[in-house]
Antibody
Framework: QITLKESGPPLVKPTQTLTLTCTFS??????????VGWIRQPPGKALEWFAL???????RYSPSLKSRLTITKDTSKNQVVLTMTNVDPVDTATYYC??????????WGQGILVIVSS | QSDLTQPRSVSASPGQSVTISCTGT?????????VSWYQQHPGKAPKFMIY???KRPSGVPDRFSGSKSGNTASLTISGLQAEDEADYYC???????????FGTGTKVTVL
């Protein structure tokens, strides 16, 4: 059974760095073809994919956010860590991590609401 | 990279069918058979419903079907049920630069 759970601060101040952790079970991020992605959803708005890391440490970022993002994995801890620098109130959103296999995101975490406000 | 375009809302009575369109470009929807669909109930995480344009994961009712023509993908829900009332999002692979792009989302209302 695959499960994922996001953790991190619920409130960050503008210009600070946001660090989110995705802790998962039921799969290994060393298995060929597997990835973990991050998708966010501002309140009342659509989903937005923005980061992805694969089993072979290949990393992908949304071009619009790439300069502010770093994604890493710790296979031994079954964790993926995302950092986003210089946050702004427009980054307020529910952040989801999801298991990716082939071309789709088949298992999602429950999401974590992060508010950016002074 | 722009979001894929979906109608803001669609509605129908129980037992009827609805079709949700997802319009992109030749760089995403039209260029790859990697369109997936997700159902999201209020306050919940998205649920994976369709992959590779028209394939259903195990456990998804066969009332849900997907298709694609050119730059537009579609999700059809047949025999609409009350529990189908939710937001639906399409997603497409968009190449090695943009990677993945989601649709604008469609609210399905069961009248």
């Amino acid at each position: 059974q695959i499960t994922l759970k996001e953790s991190g601060p619920p409130l960050v101040k503008p210009t600070q760095t946001l660090t989110l952790t995705c802790t998962f079970s039921g799969f290994s991020l060393s298995t060929s073809g597997v990835g973990v992605g991050w998708i966010r959803q501002p309140p009342g708005k659509a989903l937005e994919w923005f980061a992805l890391i694969y089993w072979d440490d290949d990393k992908r970022y949304s071009p619009s956010l790439k300069s502010r993002l770093t994604i890493t994995k710790d296979t031994s801890k079954n964790q993926v860590v995302l950092t986003m620098t210089n946050v702004d109130p427009v980054d307020t959103a529910t952040y989801y991590c999801a298991h990716k296999y082939s071309s789709y995101f088949d298992y999602w975490g429950q999401g974590i609401l992060v508010i950016v406000s002074s | 990279q722009s979001d894929l375009t979906q109608p803001r809302s669609v509605s129908a009575s129980p037992g009827q069918s609805v079709t949700i369109s997802c319009t992109g470009t030749s760089s995403d929807v039209g260029g790859y058979n990697f369109v997936s669909w997700y159902q999201q109930h209020p306050g919940k995480a998205p649920k994976f419903m369709i992959y590779d344009v028209s394939k259903r994961p195990s456990g998804v009712p066969d009332r849900f079907s997907g298709s694609k023509s050119g730059n537009t993908a579609s999700l059809t829900i047949s025999g609409l049920q009350a529990e189908d009332e939710a937001d639906y999002y399409c997603c497409s692979y968009a190449g090695s630069y943009n990677n993945y792009v989601f649709g604008t989302g469609t609210k399905v209302t069961v009248l």
